[in-house]
């Protein structure tokens, strides 16, 4: 199975991360540590500090995040820290995830990048059978986020022309990480 390097987001699925975890209790660290109460200012800084060091910090957020794991510090977050994020995951619109999710790689999307998967594969002719291997959907459902793709496309066009503030859509052709960045 591929594994994430620090650059990249994990695979679906890939939990191979964790063996790198600096609160693995393989180094003697005590779980408890990490689910403290809000008031427990030491118990909270030795486990940021810990977090800290983690080569796998990112990561370990990421994956919170995407699981709904809510409870304790992860990726140097508490639990109140991580609220908004949690919040505003579904709107995440990181273009490396998307160029990933182009070039093949099974990993995980929000809300706002599937479509931004779906508008990136219309304009490059991309077909839906391949689009839906891609986000692993039907047929059927990767036609309709096709035909939204192109309704939002052709809104864009239109605002552009009636000279209201413009939104450049790039096509993507050959998806590479380095077409796009990361506004994550
Ligand atoms: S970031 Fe913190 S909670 Fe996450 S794996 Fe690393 S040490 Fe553990």
């Not at 994990?10 to 540590?33: F, K, M």
């Not at 940021?48 to 809510?70: F, H, M, W, Y």
């Not at 991309?126 to 059927?140: F, G, M, S, V, Y």
């Not at 239109?158 to 796009?180: E, M």
Request: include cysteine.
């Amino acid at each position: 199975m591929h594994s994430a390097t620090a650059n990249e987001p994990r695979t679906l699925g890939d939990h191979t991360w964790q063996d790198q975890a600096a609160c693995s209790t393989s180094h003697g660290t005590d779980p408890e540590l990490f689910f403290p109460e809000p008031d427990e200012i030491d118990r909270i800084t030795a486990a940021k500090s810990i977090c800290a060091q983690c080569p796998v910090r990112r990561t370990c957020l990421d994956s919170a995040l995407e699981n709904g794991d809510r409870d304790g510090v992860r990726g140097g977050l508490t639990e109140e820290e991580r609220d908004a994020l949690h919040s505003k995951l579904p709107e995440r619109l990181d273009y490396a995830r998307i160029n990933d999710t182009l070039a093949g790689r099974d990993v995980h999307l929000s809300r706002a990048e599937r479509r931004a998967v779906a508008r990136n594969a219309h304009q490059a002719g991309i077909p839906a059978d391949q689009l839906a291997r891609l986000l692993k959907i039907t047929k059927e459902h990767a036609q309709k986020l096709y035909r939204r793709a192109a309704r939002e496309i052709r809104n864009r066009n239109t605002t552009q022309k009636t000279g209201s503030p413009t939104v450049t859509v790039t096509p993507v052709k050959t998806p590479a990480r380095a077409d796009l960045g990361t506004a994550a």
